[in-house]
């Protein structure tokens, strides 16, 4: 499938790399990510190009699923699962959906999931974008810049250490929304 991937899009450039990104926000199981990395090794003077191309991609796709989730989400849910399973699901992506939405915008989760249930338990649209857009560009940028310093040399090190490192940093996300929320509730005593 990573063959396929490469074989189909890689041809297309900057077209390919955003139709990627849009159908990956969705539904397509191959991360962007593998492709971002093959058109910065091979022009690594557009990195940066590339990485806003998967950014915009990758927001339309997310804005796209959420959409969808919206829409068709809540009557396919209800075949599958029991109202009481849905409104528990619902009542803990109210409380942390910035939190959701950073983690799974940054780390290797499936951002597809997120942006779906996102639209089905109709999170705040507008904070839904933004904060989509602040965590998906962190992500394709540092990938383009190290990309764009580093070169060949660093393939080895996204390919073996990125989705450790950005899982961790999901983790310190997750911690640190926890000890703020903590902070807060105690500061306000």
Same mark, same amino acid.
């Given at each position: 499938?990573?063959? $396929?991937?490469?074989?189909?899009?890689?041809?297309?450039?900057?077209?390919?790399?955003?139709?990627?990104?849009?159908? &990956?926000?969705?539904?397509?199981?191959?991360?962007?990510?593998?492709?971002?990395?093959?058109?910065?090794?091979? *022009?690594?003077?557009?990195?940066?190009?590339?990485?806003?191309?998967?950014?915009?991609?990758?927001?339309?796709?997310?804005?796209?699923?959420?959409?969808?989730?919206?829409?068709?989400?809540?009557?396919?849910?209800?075949?599958?699962?029991?109202?009481?399973?849905?409104?528990?699901?619902?009542?803990?992506? &109210?409380?942390?959906?910035?939190?959701?939405?950073?983690?799974?915008?940054?780390?290797?989760?499936?951002?597809?999931?997120?942006?779906?249930?996102?639209?089905?338990?109709?999170?705040?649209?507008?904070?839904?974008?933004?904060?989509?857009?602040?965590? *998906?560009?962190? *992500?394709?940028?540092?990938?383009?810049?190290?990309?764009?310093?580093?070169?060949?040399?660093?393939?080895?090190?996204?390919?073996?250490?990125?989705?450790?490192?950005?899982?961790?940093?999901?983790?310190?996300?997750?911690?640190?929304?926890?000890?703020?929320?903590? $902070?807060?509730?105690?500061?306000? *005593?």
């Amino acid at each position: 499938m990573l063959e $396929w991937t490469k074989n189909t899009f890689e041809p297309l450039g900057a077209t390919g790399l955003f139709f990627l990104a849009f159908i &990956e926000s969705i539904f397509f199981p191959i991360p962007v990510d593998f492709l971002l990395i093959v058109l910065c090794l091979a *022009r690594p003077e557009l990195s940066l190009f590339f990485a806003l191309v998967t950014l915009v991609g990758s927001i339309l796709g997310g804005i796209f699923g959420y959409k969808l989730g919206q829409y068709l989400g809540l009557p396919i849910l209800k075949k599958m699962f029991s109202e009481k399973k849905i409104k528990t699901v619902h009542k803990y992506y &109210e409380k942390y959906e910035t939190l959701a939405i950073a983690v799974a915008g940054f780390t290797p989760l499936p951002y597809k999931v997120f942006a779906v249930s996102a639209g089905v338990f109709y999170i705040n649209f507008k904070k839904f974008v933004v904060v989509s857009t602040i965590t *998906r560009g962190a *992500r394709f940028f540092l990938v383009a810049t190290l990309l764009m310093f580093y070169g060949e040399a660093i393939t080895g090190f996204i390919d073996e250490y990125f989705n450790t490192i950005t899982l961790a940093s999901g983790v310190l996300i997750v911690v640190g929304y926890f000890v703020y929320v903590k $902070w807060i509730k105690n500061k306000k *005593r």
